[in-house]
Each structure stands twice: as structure tokens, then as C-alpha cells.
């Protein structure tokens, strides 16, 4: 049995004083959480105090991004050991606004995911189309296409030790939602094509929906067989609606 699983994905919002009301909010509602394992990821320069905020607390940490790299000449980024320094167990790796806005590719998507596997944390993998490909009904080439480039470079057995997020992203941040039975024909899709190459590692594998969900839409969305929680973007900003979201994942 798969544990559900609550990520909330700060984006670049936040300020001292917003963070700390909206950590209080969480702890505040933290026991009424259920089963769910609940995870914020806050932009890179309010982590060590939002690791300060956890401590004692079930909540675990997780970065927005990372780089492939150990160290070296690359001006702003962040490597996993400094992620580890403040016990980042989580990475998200190839957000769509990553693929779209910065132009990673499939294959630094992998060696994001490849860089994080080995230095213990657990990379979130995003996958997902846009509007004009879920329109030409090439969706699940190109979720296929994303997927592979990390079993390409890793194996199949390596996805076991990460988390994976479809994300349409003709739904995120747009108030769009793909309906429980298109979100779970695609999750059913990514769990089958890894069960062809491993049964156990589909079985294990957590996968998340992400696309503007919502504490009224959680519910229907992860009663679905193959969604195991939820990746939460502008929702998670909110103590009441990410608790309640968290709520909704059992």
C-alpha cells in the first residue's frame, strides 16, 4: 500500500512574515492530517528558516529545484549537498516552468534526477503536456518521451526511489482541472508503462497529480487508484486549503 503523499510547491512566493503565519497554520492542523506524508518545498533562500519552523513537526522539507552538478563555476544555482546541509529530503525535478521558461530538456531533467537519487534525496519528476499536445492526443507520447530519458539513464528500479508528478500544464495555475478519469487514465498509463519493465517498482512508486487542485476537488482526485496524493502549487498558500487537501488523501 502506497502512502499518500502532499507536496506543496511554493513557487517564488513567500516573505518572512507570510511564511511563518502560513507554517503556524499548518502545525496548527497537523494532527488532523490523516495519513497523508506532507512535504513544502519554499523558494531556495527561505529554507534553512523554514527547516528551523519544522523541527519536531512531521513535515518534511524539500527544494524547488536542483542542480546536476556537485559544485563549480554555475552563478545562483544549488547543489545537492547544500540542499542536505539543511535536510532537504525532496527535490523537484523538471517543473514545467523549468522545461518552459528556463529550457531544460529531457536530458537535464534526468541527470537532475540522477544528481538528487545519489545524494539521497528524493526527486519529485514532473510530467506533462501542454493544451496543444493534449489536443492533438499526443499526450501520452510526450509523458512517455519524459519518463524515458530518466529510465534511459538510471534503469527503471531507480524510479522506486523517486516520486513522480503529472502535471498538465494546460492546468496549472489556470483554474483548469483535468477531470479524476483523465487525470487517472494518464497516471494508469505512466504506472503500466513501468510495469512492463517492473512490476515492483510501478507497484511501489508514488504518483502525484498536480493542476490547480483544490481542498473541493482533492477528494474525487486522489480517490482515483493510481493518484497517490498531489503536487500543490497556488493552493498551497493557503494553511486552511492545503490542510484540507491533506485531508483528502487517504
Not at 500500500?1 to 506543496?8: H, T
Not at 506532507?38 to 531556495?44: I, K, L, S, T
Not at 514532473?126 to 524515458?148: F, I, K, N, P, S
Amino acid at each position: 500500500m502506497r502512502q499518500p503523499l502532499v507536496a506543496g510547491n511554493w513557487k517564488m512566493n513567500g516573505s518572512t512574515e507570510s511564511i511563518k503565519l502560513l507554517l503556524d497554520g499548518i502545525k496548527k492542523s497537523l494532527d488532523t492530517v490523516s495519513k497523508a506524508e506532507v512535504v513544502v518545498c519554499p523558494p531556495y533562500i527561505y529554507i534553512p528558516e523554514v527547516q528551523a519552523q519544522l523541527a519536531g513537526t512531521g513535515i518534511s522539507l524539500g527544494a524547488q529545484n536542483v542542480n546536476e552538478h556537485e559544485s563549480g563555476a554555475y552563478t545562483g544555482e544549488i547543489s545537492t549537498s547544500m540542499l542536505w546541509d539543511f535536510q532537504c529530503h525532496y527535490a523537484i525535478v523538471g517543473h514545467s516552468e523549468r522545461r518552459s521558461i528556463y529550457g531544460e530538456d529531457d536530458a537535464r531533467v534526468a541527470a537532475k534526477f540522477a544528481a538528487a537519487r545519489a545524494a539521497g534525496i528524493k526527486p519529485v519528476l514532473c510530467v506533462g503536456e501542454v493544451l496543444e499536445e493534449r489536443e492533438q492526443g499526443v499526450t501520452e507520447d510526450v509523458v512517455a518521451r519524459q519518463l524515458d530519458a530518466v529510465i534511459s539513464l538510471e534503469g527503471v528500479e531507480a524510479l522506486a526511489d523517486g516520486v513522480i508528478a503529472y502535471e498538465p500544464v494546460w492546468a496549472i495555475g489556470t483554474g483548469k482541472t483535468a477531470s479524476p478519469e483523465q487525470a487517472q487514465d494518464v497516471h494508469n498509463f505512466i504506472r503500466n508503462r513501468i510495469s512492463r519493465q517492473s512490476a515492483a517498482t510501478a507497484e511501489k512508486v508514488q504518483i502525484l497529480y498536480g493542476g490547480s487542485v483544490k481542498g473541493a476537488n482533492a477528494p474525487e482526485l486522489f480517490a482515483m487508484p493510481d493518484i497517490d496524493g498531489g503536487l500543490i502549487g497556488g493552493a498551497s498558500l493557503d494553511a486552511d486549503e492545503f490542510i484540507s487537501i491533506c485531508q483528502a488523501a487517504v
